[in-house]
């Protein structure tokens, strides 16, 4: 199996169409790839999370779909990194009405999995203010060409031995 994980360098100044643009341009360059991963909120700009409201979106939003695009282009599985999601009329449990969620992405540019962020990071800012926490576990076996078992976990999520 080749596994790309794709790093990312962005600035303030860059727009978000412009950014998915790049990133999507980023997964088609790793064709010949099973499987390619991309960073954590690369879209909402990282620890931006003053731009947060203003770029999150639904799963079926230009962010994924355009990584869904690339996806289907290469023929690979692709973890599309994690977007602030905004589902709309769900305000979840805490009121907040946004996740931190990452998404995997099929070789036919489905979606096969959505995860979203269960530890939230921030000690009381960020993330734990801004964002509701995920419930759900995410296991699954991936398709050809990646073909073995996942599990789905952002960041701060593998300090805990429950994931």
Not at 108 to 126: E, N, P, T
Request: hydrophobic share 40%; glycine share 12%; aromatic share 6%.
């Amino acid at each position: 199996m080749r596994i790309a994980v794709v790093q990312l360098a962005y600035g303030d100044g860059e727009s978000l169409a412009d950014r998915t643009a790049r990133v999507a341009d980023l997964v088609r360059a790793q064709r010949g790839h099973d499987l390619v991963v991309l960073p954590e909120l690369w879209s909402a700009g990282g620890f931006d999370y003053h731009a947060w409201p203003e770029r999150a979106q639904r799963l079926d939003g230009p962010v994924v779909t355009a990584v869904a695009e690339a996806a289907r282009d290469i023929g690979a599985v692709v973890h599309a990194g994690s977007v602030i999601e905004e589902p709309g009329d769900d305000p979840g449990p805490e009121g907040r009405g946004r996740w931190n969620t990452s998404v995997l992405l099929g070789p036919d540019g489905s979606r096969l999995a959505h995860y979203r962020k269960v530890h939230r990071f921030g000690f009381g800012v960020g993330e734990p203010r801004l964002l509701e926490a995920g419930q759900d576990l995410v296991v699954l076996d991936l398709p050809a060409p990646a073909g073995m078992r996942a599990g789905l976990s952002t960041c701060y999520d593998l300090r805990f031995p429950e994931l």
